[in-house]
C-alpha cells in the first residue's frame, strides 16, 4: 500500500517563504512557492525562497504548482521555482492577476501554463484530484485545498480566518468543507499564524466604525497606509471616504496595480468620480482628499516614508495631517516602523495606530477560528503550519486541550526538509533533509550564492586584509616589500608595528619555503593566505577574510 508523503521547503518554524510538496505514488504536486524576508537582514540581503534545488531528487515526479492565495510569502517565488522546474500552475484569477506581474517582470509570461480555477471546482492531476474551497482572508479569491488521493484526503487550509462578513466575496466555505469531513479526511495541515490569540479573529468589517469615526472627526488631510493586498481594508477607505465626502488618491506603484487589477476583475467597486489623480487631490481642500498609501512597514522607498522624509512627488507630510496605520507589525520590521512614526510625529502629523483604535484586523484563524475549522474537518491527523514553532506548539496544545479526540499521537509538529510520510495506519516523520534557504539580490532579482553570504558574514565581523606579493618570474624570489592593505579590522592602527612585523613575517616564511613550493603559484598562494591568518590570529586575536594576490615580474 502507497502512503502519502508532506515535504515542507519553507513555512514551518519560520514567518513567510510558504511552500509544500504532496507526493503520492511518484507523484508530487507543490502548494504555494513563497518568499520570506530575512529578520535579521543578513549583509545586505533583504529576501530569501525556499532552496529549490532540493527538489531535484523529485524532478520526474513533480507535475503541478498550486497557489492558495496572492501574498508574497505564498506566490512571491514562483518565477523562481518556474525557472528550474516549468510545471503547470493552477490559481485563482486574483491570485494569477498578482502572479502575472511577477512572471512579467522577469519576462516569462509567455513560458508558462496557467490554469485558471474557481471555488468548487475539481481537478485532475494523476493521481490526485484537487477541491478548491473557498476560504476568508485578508486577501480575496484565496483557497483551501482538498487533495484527494486513492489513499485518503489532505486538507491544506491555506491562510484563513472564519469570516462570517467579510467586505468582498462570500464567508468562509464552512459547508464543502463539512461535506468533505463527512467523506473523511485523513490529514489537515492547518494555518498556526494566530495559534496563539485566544477567541474569534474580527471580520473585516470590524474597521469601519473607527474608520467612520477617524473620517468624521479630521479637518486635515487623510493619509491611510495598508498592504497593497488588503483588499477589504482598501474597498472600506473607498466606501468611508465616498460617504463623508473625500476622494481618494492612490499613490504607491504596488497599491496601483493592485486597485487596477482588483477593480478590472470586479473585486474592487470604486463609486464613479471617488478615485482621483494626484494632480487633482492636490488641487482639492485639505477635507476633501485621503491619500492611500504604501509603506505600513516603514519600507525604505515606499511612498509613506518618502512622503515622511522627503517629498513624495513633491507631496509631503505636513503639520495637521493625520496618518492612520491599517496594518499589523510583521516580525522584524517593528525598527523601521518606529523610525517612520518617529518621522512622522517630526513633521506635526497625528498618527493612528491599530493599538489605539480597531483600525486593522487579522486575516488569519485565532484559537476559536482554528477549532470550527478542526471540528468541521475532522481530519484524523493534524499537522500545524505556517508560523514560527511556538505557534505550531500552541496550535498543537490548543487543540489537543480544546478538540475532543485529539492528543499527542495524532497531532504532528514536523519542521522544514522533514518526510512525513502518512496513511490511515500511521503518520510519522520518516525523514529528515538539512535545508538551507536561498538568498535573493533585491537589485539584480537574482540568486545569491550561500557562499556569499557567509563571506559577507565573515567581512562584516572581522573586516579583510590585503596581501600582495610580487614574484621574480624567472627567478621565483620575491621582489619588493610584500604589500598589505586593511579594511574595518579591529585592533590594527599604524603606529603599533604590527604592519611591519607582518611584513618581516612574511619575508621570513617566503625565505624558507622551498623553491618547489613557490613555483606552484596556487599552492604559494593558499600558503600565505594560511601563514597571514596565523600570524593576525596570534598577534590581534581577529579573524579578518584575508585575500591574497601574487604578482609577477
Ligand atoms: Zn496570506
Known sequence: MKKIEIIPLGG???????????????????????????????????????????????RDDLTAIILTHGHEDHIGALTYILKKFNLPVYASRFTIGLAEKRLEEHGMLNDVLIHRVRANDVVEIGNF?????????????????????????????????????????????????????????????????????????????????????????????????TFSSSLHRLQIVFDVAHQFGRKVCVCGRSMQKNVEIAEEQGLLKIPYGAMVSLGDARALHDDEV?????????????????????????MEIEKGDTVVLSARIIPGNEKSISRLIGHLYKRGANIIEEKRRLVHVSGHASQEDIKIMVETARPKYLVPIHGEYRMLFRHKEYVKNHVAGYNDDNIILIENGNVLEVDEFACKIVDKHELYRTFIDEESLGEIEYDVVRERKKLAYGGAISLVVTINKATHEIAGEPQITFNGVAGIDSSNGFMANARTAIRKAIGDMKREHIVDRNFFKENLRILLKRFVQKEIGTKPVIVTTIVEV
Open 129 to 225: 484530484r484537487v477541491e478548491f474551497i473557498h476560504a476568508s482572508h485578508s486577501l480575496v479569491d484565496c483557497f483551501s485545498l482538498a487533495i484527494h488521493t486513492p489513499i485518503g484526503t489532505v486538507i491544506h487550509t491555506g491562510d484563513y480566518k472564519i469570516d462570517d462578513t467579510p467586505v468582498i466575496g462570500k464567508p468562509y466555505d464552512l459547508k464543502t468543507l463539512s461535506r468533505i469531513g463527512d467523506e473523511g479526511v485523513l490529514l489537515l495541515l492547518g494555518d498556526s499564524t494566530n495559534a496563539t490569540v485566544p477567541g474569534r479573529t474580527p471580520s473585516e468589517m470590524a474597521v469601519i466604525p473607527a474608520f467612520e469615526e477617524i473620517f468624521e472627526q479630521t479637518e486635515g488631510r487623510l493619509f491611510v497606509a
Open 12 to 58: 514551518i518554524g519560520e514567518f513567510g517563504m510558504n511552500c509544500m510538496g504532496i507526493r503520492y505514488a511518484d507523484e508530487m504536486i507543490v502548494v504555494d512557492a513563497g518568499m520570506g524576508f530575512p529578520e535579521e537582514t543578513p549583509f545586505g540581503v533583504d529576501i530569501s525562497i525556499p532552496n529549490f534545488d532540493f527538489l531535484e531528487e523529485y
Open 290 to 314: 485621503c491619500y492611500l498609501v504604501t509603506g505600513s512597514q516603514g519600507e525604505n522607498r515606499a511612498a509613506l516614508w518618502n512622503l515622511a522624509t522627503s517629498t513624495y512627488k513633491g
